[in-house]
């Protein structure tokens, strides 16, 4: 007769029991969050019940005090000592997504990685194992659309600032182009010569001459230019006068 292979409710009971460590993580980022539910207390109750609950015992919880959960997981002390302690087989526990991911894009990156090292995350307020189980194809679907709506929010913004740094003549990075300088707000601000020699340029370029007959007019009057730098020094000129 042969033998059925275990359900995966089984095979995850299994997993959890056989676990070489189990590790807890709990982060609180201010005092005030003592009263607001989220206790570094609050938490481990819940961390020593959810391991009762399932037959584990926690060989160690690590504790991420005064922490913002702005940072992601591997950039906390406490969460990067987690990550370097994890072995296949452990498992790990956490209150929530948010006391240990500090978004959708961080909670997708570290819990592939978590299955591919064959690390079990369980995170209670999201019933339990989100690595080995039915759980995890829901909670890996639904963290994929938050990260991808995540990015198109961060593209968004950047272009934004990006048009607004450009409206208020903000410069952006990078050298300055000829004829400009940054001053002490970020914003590009003329140079006198550079500016006059960016006229010449433009009145030859306008005369018919080519770009490598204005460089080596400009270099035999003491402008040290190439025909690449004319030609960018003319389309910065044109943007900017736009």
């Known amino acids: 007769m042969v033998k059925q292979p275990p359900s995966p409710r089984r095979r995850t009971a299994t997993a959890v029991a056989a676990a070489a460590h189990c590790y807890g993580y709990a982060r609180v980022s ?25 037959g584990l015992a926690i060989d160690k919880v690590f504790v991420e005090r005064g922490v913002s959960g702005s940072k992601p997981l591997g950039d906390r002390p406490q969460g990067s000592a987690l990550l370097a302690v994890l072995q296949p087989g452990d498992v790990v526990i956490t209150p929530k997504l948010d006391r240990m991911f ?37 909670v890996f679907t639904i963290l994929s659309a938050v990260a991808e709506a995540e990015r198109d929010r961060t593209r968004e913004r950047i272009t934004e600032v990006k048009r607004d740094q450009r409206q208020r003549g903000r410069y952006l990075g990078g ?10 707000a970020g914003e590009l601000m003329p140079v006198p010569e550079q500016q006059a020699a960016i006229r010449r340029m433009r009145k030859l370029k306008d ?14 009057s003491g402008v040290q230019i190439s025909h690449v730098g004319v030609k960018k020094a003319l389309a910065a000129g044109d943007r900017a006068s736009a």
């Open 207 to 220: 005369q018919g001459f080519a770009l490598r007959t204005i460089a080596d007019t400009m270099t035999a």
């Open 175 to 184: 050298t300055p182009p000829f004829g400009w300088r940054v001053g002490e």
């Open 30 to 54: 201010t005092v005030q969050q003592a009263d607001e539910g989220e206790s570094l207390d609050v938490q481990q109750r819940q961390l020593a019940g959810y391991a009762q609950m399932h």
């Open 102 to 138: 500090r978004s959708a894009l961080d909670a997708l990156d570290v819990l592939g990685r978590l299955k591919q090292a064959g690390v079990s995350l369980h995170m209670i307020d999201l019933g339990g194992d989100t690595t080995g189980n039915g759980v995890s194809k829901l």
